[in-house]
């Protein structure tokens, strides 16, 4: 593992559900909105995480069928538990390798999720394998480059200012990939046609800062798997200088944004 993937733990479904799952929810509820995907489709969703897009595909894009893959088993379980839909079967799988037939599904999608996959040419070949012809493609990731995750930026740019390495680390620094352009040329270079992209934000409120605080010591993700390899007075000083920044007082409102993207396969 590379050191900027060193704290990429996605195993703990409740910590990554209080951490990133609300505003993973919002999101896909205006992703699926913005894709008006076909009604009766036969889905397949990579990196289904504790299940945000995968409910709000079955909510409101009368699906036929979804199968929603993850890596981690823990986040697996999370989702069946969660979701109990007869329409969504869950399956521990890789972006690189799909558990589907080619030219089998109609609309395979993701979210959140390809920034992390290594190979991600081969993960959109793949994707277009299983897709039947004139198929939809379609994932979202947020806008690192441009922002991002408001919570996120000011947790990374505290970090810096106590430990220069964490530059390292931010999300905005390992996938400079994710602007217009940058998604523009991965799906041109992957052969796809009729290519949509456009941006989303939502806003992130926490009630005071240690709500804003607290979800970054539970281990789930990048930043709080970075903060919680720290030691005791290590985090106690990320957390003053961050209180510092936002005010320990009062409401935290920070915008978080993302790209959606859309396209067809060949045919």
């Known amino acids: 593992m590379s050191g900027s993937a060193a704290f990429d ?10 951490y990133m799952g609300r505003w993973s929810r919002l999101v896909a509820t205006k992703f699926v909105a913005w894709l008006a ?8 969703e990579i990196g289904c995480g504790t299940g945000a897009l995968t409910a709000a595909v079955l909510s409101a894009a009368a699906p036929r069928s979804i199968v929603s893959i993850d890596p981690s088993v823990d986040f697996v379980a999370h989702v069946r538990k969660a979701i109990g839909d007869g329409r969504a079967r869950f399956e521990v799988a ?9 030219a089998s599904i109609d609309v395979v999608t993701s979210g959140l999720v390809l920034n992390f996959v290594p190979d991600r040419p081969a993960a959109l070949a793949e ?44 999300e905005g620094r390992r996938f400079p990939f994710c602007t217009r352009e940058g998604l523009l040329a991965l799906c041109q270079d992957a ?15 926490f009630a005071d800062f240690e709500a804003f605080w607290q979800p970054f010591t539970l281990g789930a993700g990048p930043a709080p798997g970075y903060c919680m390899s720290l030691n005791e007075y290590q985090r106690a000083k990320l957390k003053a200088r961050l209180a510092e920044r936002l ?6 409102e920070l915008v978080a944004r993302a790209w959606m993207v859309k396209a067809k396969t060949p045919g």
Do not use: C
Request: glycine share 14%; aromatic share 10%; proline share 10%.
């Open 247 to 252: 005010g320990s007082t009062g409401p935290i």
């Open 94 to 102: 890789d972006a690189l390798k799909l558990p589907a037939e080619p």
């Open 127 to 170: 994707m277009q394998r299983v897709l039947k012809p004139g198929g939809l493609l379609s994932f979202y990731v947020w806008d690192y480059p441009g922002g991002g995750i408001g919570f996120i930026r000011q947790f990374w740019q505290a970090a810096i200012t106590i430990d220069p390495a964490a530059a390292e680390l931010g």
């Open 9 to 18: 733990a996605w195993s703990a479904g409740n910590s990554y559900e209080h």
């Open 191 to 205: 052969g796809l046609r009729d290519i949509a992209i456009a941006p989303m934000e939502i806003e992130t409120r």
């Open 37 to 44: 995907p076909p009604g009766q489709a036969a889905w397949l």
